[in-house]
């Protein structure tokens, strides 16, 4: 994460405990089922994902996590699908967004983020 890496003390820690628990899964997993083992890993490993939306679902899913309150890692997911889409089917895509670009207005009342004009001109450029 970001804020790990910008620490270089928090970083090495970080790698060296998830080099730990690497280790720990592999033994385990020569000993029960990968799936099993598998609750070893913490939250921050790696996870191939495979999934299908339809547009609408996509829309959906741009509006709540494009959004600058959303998690970092799955808002660049939201943002790197949101503009390959556009580029494949700018029409069908051409209003999708954040709320705040696709519905004009920021539904997270007090727990906006504020930065409605960038956010605005962010996905005018994508």
């Not at 495979?50 to 959303?70: G, K, Q, Y």
Request: net charge neutral; aromatic share 8%.
């Amino acid at each position: 994460p970001p804020a790990i890496a910008a620490d270089s003390e928090a970083e090495q820690l970080f790698r060296q405990q998830m080099e730990q628990l690497r280790q720990a899964y592999q033994v385990l997993c020569g000993m029960v089922h990968r799936e099993d083992a598998r609750y070893l890993l913490p939250n921050a490993c790696e996870t191939k994902l495979v999934f299908t939306m339809n547009a609408r679902s996509l829309h959906n899913f741009f509006v709540t996590r494009c959004c600058n309150r959303a998690q970092w890692e799955i808002r660049l997911l939201a943002e790197t699908i949101y503009q390959e889409v556009k580029r494949v089917a700018p029409n069908l895509f051409a209003s999708a967004g954040p709320a705040c670009v696709s519905q004009g207005v920021c539904p997270e009342g007090e727990m906006t983020c504020g930065e409605i004009a960038d956010v605005l001109e962010k996905f005018r450029k994508m």
